[in-house]
């Protein structure tokens, strides 16, 4: 009896680790699909796009996201966006080129729409910039 039973607590445990298996397979596969040009993607799920680049270290997949989130209207993606154009290869490789006169524009938009940080980011460029009075680096 107890031999029966263990022959069947194996065979339960195959069938287990058969069907874990398939389904990973499975989803995989579905993940693996390229995206159908003809869905439209909301700036925030374009966002969230962007944070599952950035944790794969697509650094150039990140970017166009966030630009796209960003023009979207997103003042989180604007907020990270200039972030990401501050900081450039320091943090984000050669895929991503350093431009704080890009990075202040998306700033101010994020601002505009209330976020904090993007003020405080502003103050920081504000105080960095070196120009003569009167007179702004990135006009």
Known sequence: MASELNQI?????RWRIVLAGGLCLVAALSAARPPDPNV???AEQRF???????????????????????GQGSAEAQEMLGMVLLAGPTLYGYAVKADRCEARGWMLRAALQGSDTAR???????RLRQSPAGRSVCE
């Open 48 to 70: 969230q796009l962007a944070l599952e680049a950035q944790t794969a270290r697509d650094y150039r997949t990140m970017l166009d996201e966030l630009r796209q989130a960003a």
């Open 120 to 126: 405080t980011q502003l103050v920081f460029l504000n």
């Open 9 to 13: 607590a194996s065979w339960s445990l």
């Open 40 to 42: 439209v993607l909301h």
